[in-house]
C-alpha cells in the first residue's frame, strides 16, 4: 500500500486528532543464540503518564518524516532501497518478499513479540533494541529504535563515577537501568515491507552487512567469470582491493540486467574509448575542453588492454574507475554533454 494514502496507517497515526483511538505494546529485544528462533522478546507494561507521552512522540515523529513537495504539500517522500546510502529526507521501502532470508528473519521478530516463551533476563546489556507496536483498529505497525538499557555504573565493574539522585534533602545512590523513550523512528514494518529511515538500524536489527556481503561477492564473483577477465588480470588483487567494506554497498547495488548488459557491450565499449582516444584535437584550447569533456573516462585507459578487450589491473591503482565502469556510473550529462561519475 502506499504509505502517503488515506488507508495507510502510519497516515491514520500522523492524523489523529484522539490519541485515545491508538493503542501501542512495547517490547524489548534481544538476539537469540540460535538460529531458529533468532529474537528474544519481553513485553514491558508502562505507566498512564509514560504511555500518552510516547503516543504524542510516535505521531510527532512520524509527522516529521513528511517532507514538503512542489506543490508544498507535506507527503512521505519514499523511494525503493539501494544497498548504496539512502538519500537525505527520503525513506527508503523494501520488500522483504524479494529476499527470503530478510522474509524469514522479519517473521521470526514479529513472531517474537507474541511468543510466550521466557523473555529477557535481567542482564541489561542484552537488550540490543524497542519495538513499539503500534494499533488503530485492526491495523497494526512495528516501528523499531535500535536502543538498548543503560546501565546503571553499580553493575559496571570499573567505573570510577557514580552517579546519584537528589531525594528530598539528600543525594542517593541511583541504582536503577535506564531505558529511553523517543526519538527518531529507524525503522518502520508494514506488513512484508521495511520502510528504512536508518540503513544502520535495518543492518543491526537483520543483520543485514552479511546479506550486502554475500551480494557484494556474488556479483564481484559474477564480474571476474566474465570474458575480458584472464590469467593476465590479477583477479585476486582486484577482488581483494574491490571487497574493501567502502565499496560493499556500491558493489552490492549492482543490478542483474547491468552486469548482463556489461558482459555483452564491453568489447564494444572497448571500441568507443579507442575512438576517442583517436580524436583528442591538437589545438591547445580544443585539447583542454575535449579532455575536460571526458575527465571521468580518462583514468579507464590505464585498467584496459583495448586491443584484446581485457581487463589489466594494477594493485598499485586504485579500484574505483573500474567499478564505475562495471556498475554503469559513467554517464553525459544532458545539460553540459561532460561524463562523469555518479
Given at each position: 500500500m502506499d504509505i502517503n494514502s488515506e488507508k495507510?496507517?502510519?497516515?491514520?497515526?500522523?492524523?489523529?486528532?484522539?490519541?485515545?483511538?491508538?493503542?501501542?505494546?512495547?517490547?524489548?529485544?534481544?538476539?537469540?543464540?540460535?538460529?531458529?528462533?533468532?529474537?528474544?522478546?519481553?513485553?514491558?507494561?508502562?505507566?498512564?503518564?509514560?504511555?500518552d507521552w510516547i503516543k504524542q512522540n510516535i505521531q510527532l515523529e512520524l509527522k516529521k518524516l513528511k517532507k514538503e513537495d512542489e506543490d508544498g504539500q507535506k507527503k512521505f517522500h519514499v523511494e525503493s532501497y539501494s544497498h548504496e546510502i539512502i538519500k537525505r529526507d527520503y525513506i527508503a521501502k523494501l520488500d522483504c518478499k524479494t529476499d527470503k532470508q530478510l522474509l524469514d528473519k522479519k517473521t521470526k521478530l514479529i513472531s517474537s513479540l507474541n511468543s510466550k516463551s521466557p523473555g529477557i533476563d535481567n542482564n541489561a546489556n542484552k537488550v540490543k533494541f524497542q519495538v513499539i507496536k503500534a494499533n488503530i483498529k485492526n491495523n497494526s505497525v512495528y516501528?523499531?529504535?535500535?536502543?538498548?538499557?543503560?546501565?546503571?555504573?553499580?553493575?559496571?565493574?570499573?567505573?570510577?563515577?557514580?552517579?546519584?539522585?537528589?531525594?528530598?534533602?539528600?543525594?542517593?545512590?541511583?541504582?536503577?537501568?535506564?531505558?529511553?523513550?523517543?526519538?527518531?523512528?529507524?525503522?518502520?514494518?508494514?506488513?512484508?515491507?521495511?520502510?528504512?529511515?536508518?540503513?544502520?538500524?535495518?543492518?543491526?536489527?537483520?543483520?543485514?552487512?552479511?546479506?550486502?556481503?554475500?551480494?557484494?561477492?556474488e556479483n564481484l564473483n559474477r564480474i571476474t567469470q566474465m570474458g575480458f577477465f584472464d590469467e593476465c588480470s590479477n583477479v585476486g588483487k582486484f577482488t581483494e582491493k574491490s571487497s574493501q567494506y567502502i565499496l560493499s554497498r556500491s558493489l552490492a547495488s549492482i543490478k542483474k540486467d547491468t552486469l548482463e548488459v556489461l558482459e555483452e557491450k564491453f568489447e564494444e565499449r572497448c571500441e568507443d574509448l579507442k575512438e576517442i582516444k583517436k580524436h583528442v584535437p591538437k589545438d591547445k584550447n580544443s585539447k583542454s575542453e575535449y579532455l575536460d569533456k571526458y575527465k571521468a573516462i580518462w583514468p579507464l585507459y590505464d585498467y584496459?588492454?583495448?586491443?584484446?578487450?581485457?581487463?589489466?589491473?594494477?594493485?598499485?591503482?586504485?579500484?574505483?574507475?573500474?567499478?564505475?565502469?562495471?556498475?554503469?556510473?559513467?554517464?553525459?550529462s544532458f545539460l553540459t554533454k561532460k561524463f562523469r561519475s555518479n
Open positions: 495507510s496507517i502510519i497516515n491514520q497515526i500522523c492524523d489523529l486528532e484522539n490519541l485515545e483511538e491508538l493503542d501501542i505494546d512495547i517490547y524489548l529485544i534481544s538476539k537469540a543464540k540460535t538460529l531458529d528462533k533468532k529474537f528474544i522478546s519481553q513485553p514491558t507494561s508502562l505507566d498512564r503518564k509514560l504511555r516501528l523499531i529504535y535500535y536502543r538498548g538499557i543503560k546501565e546503571h555504573s553499580l553493575r559496571k565493574k570499573h567505573s570510577g563515577r557514580i552517579p546519584s539522585l537528589r531525594n528530598g534533602d539528600q543525594l542517593v545512590i541511583h541504582d536503577k537501568d535506564i531505558l529511553e523513550f523517543g526519538g527518531k523512528i529507524e525503522l518502520i514494518i508494514i506488513n512484508d515491507e521495511l520502510l528504512v529511515v536508518s540503513p544502520r538500524t535495518l543492518e543491526y536489527t537483520f543483520d543485514y552487512t552479511d546479506h550486502i556481503s554475500e551480494k557484494r561477492d584496459l588492454d583495448l586491443d584484446n578487450y581485457k581487463v589489466r589491473f594494477n594493485e598499485e591503482q586504485s579500484v574505483t574507475p573500474l567499478l564505475h565502469f562495471f556498475s554503469d556510473k559513467i554517464v553525459e
